[in-house]
């Protein structure tokens, strides 16, 4: 079986561009949750997505980010305007069960914004 | 939502050491992961483990859930162990998971 497949696993940017980034959970998983790690820290919460649906987004910036996690396809994670700020490993994970459940985390992917 | 401690915050051991890593809660919690994150930064599930025991090859779990803490056995550590252990449990609703501060271990040879 397929784990978490994120990508890409490296993002460059200069600010004020758009990054996106992209989520495929583990298949039959349809809870998705994305975390970002800032250097030398760890990992924190930032939104949890059923399919269609966002349940808990207290963990995500107010402006410029957003996530979603459509019928088909893989979940996305959007930056708009990235400052360098924004430099982190976002990592995305799935569950496959509602109530608390294991998590399964994907590679992550590493945004460099210059 | 929930605190995690984590203990110690570094540790380096020669390799072959055994070691014990701690983790400690702010309030009672019924379920736990523990992760590896390798020197590339890939983050690797080791345990699932709500309470009790559980062994995989060199490393080991337990959880006591009612104290609020759980601990994690390196055995036999090897090179390969080093990078940074994160415990991580739910906080709130929805499957919110709080990380713990790490510990980073390195192991020389």
């Known amino acids: 079986n397929a784990g978490v497949m994120q990508n890409p696993r490296h993002l460059v940017r200069r600010r004020g561009q758009e990054a996106r980034l992209r989520c495929s959970p583990v298949k039959g998983h349809s809870h998705v949750y994305w975390y970002r790690q800032l250097p030398e820290e760890g990992l924190k919460f930032m939104v949890y997505?059923?399919?269609?649906?966002?349940?808990?987004e207290s963990g995500m910036p107010k402006e410029r980010f957003s996530a979603e996690f459509p019928k088909e396809g893989p979940s996305i994670l959007r930056i708009q305007q990235v400052v360098r700020g924004d430099s982190a490993a976002y990592f995305c994970a799935s569950s496959r069960l509602a109530s608390y459940n294991e998590q399964f985390f994907g590679p992550g992917t590493r945004l460099t914004v210059l | 939502g929930i605190q995690v401690e984590q203990s110690p915050p570094d540790l380096i051991l020669q390799e072959g050491a055994n070691s014990t890593l701690r983790c400690n809660f702010s309030?009672?919690?019924?379920?736990l992961q523990w992760f590896h994150q390798n020197p590339w930064g890939q983050l690797i599930n080791l345990f699932y483990i709500p309470s009790g025991t559980k062994q995989n090859g060199r490393l080991s779990a337990t959880t006591v859930a009612t104290e609020r803490y759980s601990l994690l056995y390196i055995s036999s550590s090897q090179t390969t162990d080093s990078g940074v252990y994160f415990c991580a449990g739910p906080s709130g609703g929805y499957q919110k998971v709080t990380f713990g501060t790490g510990t980073k271990l390195q192991v020389i040879p």
């Open positions: 309030d009672s919690v019924n379920n």
């Open positions: 997505l059923q399919k269609e649906n966002i349940i808990d």
